[in-house]
């Protein structure tokens, strides 16, 4: 039951909405004559539902995005347009649309305003609301963070966290367990992005404080927050509380690091030490904005990508069997230590990711601000319209990849190399100038953690693959649903080192070899046993 300030919060968003659509029909009414008058420009066909598209389109978009635009791609094509109250969202669907984004400058599509509903998480002038030029120079230190001598430190960290993670975690006494995938893998992911981004600090004193204050952060972004991120909704009420709380506990770790002299291998040091062209250290509140910002970007995109990967690889056994087979060579090769050498050679798992991120990428939708019309084949998108391309929808294309249910990863690799055959046929991680800084991050933190799973457990699923469930969001994956009755994503566990010293004991068994097992009991069987007689058969 609703409280009354709850009951008020809705009046006001109910409010909000419909003044937003008193002046969208208004904007439309008077715009609509002047795109529709214009000589010699075809502007993209605009897809409406219902009788009143001005106020059924917004409901059908809240309800399900993804759903509404492959309706409008069935019937309209690749480029079209929707309207949604005040705004215009052309999308561009497919390598060749894709690409016109992906090559247009800033000056051309913007992506701050678009983005303007995560300033109340990252905060003031960083990220989306810093002026382009000192965008620029932030994503520049940024990237000097994640460098190949800095994600070769961090190897080690990621390393250390999975295995005390795993010891910790997976560790039923009788060897065998079951487990919520995701629940274990998004934890286990925070704590090696603790390590390698927030600071030793915040990992080994701050993290569950730390954690849950990210959590309040991250549902502060609900859909309502793309149209009014500062409505006084609890969601938004929490996220503001919560960017204040971790605010200050970020500042307590940057002031006590500069009173002790102390520097750490983690991309805060990064952020402390870095000059910006004019010499001026990085503010403390932008430091804070872009570590939340690496954080945010970490624990979603690995998080997601991990769990589909696993899922997907435990059920098939003919590429599982490939990519264990490569955990084996790497381990010759290598021994036994995972390194960040090792990590770059494990192409299967690589593939695995990529496979992964082209049916589930963890965001639905890139948007920029069109500040130049465009052309888009034979259509032209006017000024002040919202760009949007889909990732989710583009990866799924038969026309680009075939079969694309079907989650294949040799796709990937030569000869197929379907990413290849047209630009931006494969985009998990964005593309052109803004692409993902932290792609090179997410692969090795993945790596590192299915590396130490498949040398250490053997997993088995438990019911149905699950299906995504991409109702009332815009920007990621992580709700999932499935048509069974137990935890949709629950997967069974058991430790490999006794899976097949099991194998190996029956062998010995059946020879008539006297071993002990686990439980310190000897087990001896005759030859000539059934076992025995079909090995020799089968060995002959």
Request: charged content about 25%; some cysteine.
């Amino acid at each position: 039951m609703m409280t009354d300030l709850e009951w008020w919060t809705w009046v006001l968003v109910g409010v909000a909405l419909g003044s937003m659509l008193i002046l969208g029909v208004s904007q439309w009414l008077g715009k609509r004559k002047t795109i529709s008058s214009s000589k010699g420009v075809v502007y993209p066909p605009e897809y409406g539902e219902g009788v009143w598209p001005m106020v059924t389109n917004l409901v059908a978009f809240s309800a399900n995005p993804l759903a509404m635009v492959r309706r409008g791609q069935e019937k309209l094509g690749d480029v079209f347009t929707i309207r949604l109250g005040p705004r215009r969202m052309t999308f561009m669907l497919g390598p060749g649309p894709t690409e016109v984004m992906f090559r247009s400058t800033d000056a051309q599509m913007d992506s701050s305003e678009p983005y303007s509903f995560s300033v109340p998480v990252f905060g003031r002038n960083v990220v989306y609301d810093s002026p382009l030029e000192e965008r620029y120079q932030h994503f520049r230190i940024f990237s000097g963070g994640l460098r190949a001598d800095k994600l070769k430190s961090y190897v080690p960290k990621m390393v250390e966290e999975a295995t005390m993670y795993f010891d910790k975690t997976w560790n039923d006494p009788s060897g065998t367990g079951e487990v919520d995938l995701l629940d274990s893998l998004s934890e286990l992911i925070v704590l090696t992005a603790s390590r390698c981004l927030l600071g030793r600090e915040v990992r080994e004193n701050l993290f569950v404080s730390v954690n849950n204050l990210l959590h309040d952060l991250d549902m502060g972004m609900q859909p309502i927050s793309i149209l009014a991120p500062y409505l006084p909704i609890p969601a938004h009420r929490l996220r503001d509380r919560a960017r204040k709380e971790i605010s200050a506990i970020f500042r307590g770790v940057l002031e006590n690091r500069r009173a002790k002299g102390v520097k750490e291998e983690d991309l805060l040091q990064v952020f402390i030490d870095a000059r910006m062209r004019d010499g001026k250290p990085l503010t403390d509140d932008q430091i804070v904005g872009l570590l939340i910002a690496a954080i945010f970007g970490g624990q979603h995109t690995s998080a997601i990508t991990s769990t589909w990967t696993g899922l997907h690889l435990i059920r098939d056994q003919q590429v599982l069997s490939k990519v264990i087979l490569e955990q084996r060579n790497i381990q010759e090769e290598f021994g036994e230590e995972l390194n960040f050498e090792a990590l770059l050679k494990m192409d299967l798992i690589h593939v695995c990711m990529k496979e992964t991120l082209r049916m589930y990428p963890p965001l639905v939708f890139l948007l920029r601000k069109v500040l130049e019309p465009r052309e888009v084949g034979k259509y032209t998108i006017p000024v002040n319209d919202y760009a949007v391309v889909s990732p989710q929808i583009s990866g799924r294309m038969s026309t680009v990849f075939p079969d694309p249910e079907k989650w294949d990863p040799s796709r990937f690799l030569s000869p197929r190399s379907e990413d290849k055959l047209m630009p931006f046929a494969f985009f998990g991680f964005g593309g052109g100038r803004h692409s993902c800084l932290g792609e090179q991050f997410a692969y090795l933190q993945v790596k590192t953690i299915w590396s130490h799973l498949l040398r250490n457990f053997v997993i088995e699923p438990v019911g149905e693959l699950s299906t995504p469930n991409f109702v009332r969001t815009l920007t990621n994956t992580l709700c999932l649903a499935s048509k069974d009755s137990i935890s949709p994503l629950a997967v069974l566990y058991s430790s490999r080192l006794r899976t097949e010293w099991s194998y190996f004991r029956t062998i010995l068994v059946e020879f008539g070899i006297p071993v002990r097992n686990y439980d310190g009991v000897y087990h001896k069987h005759l030859r000539g046993s059934t076992t025995y007689n079909s090995w020799q058969t089968e060995t002959r």
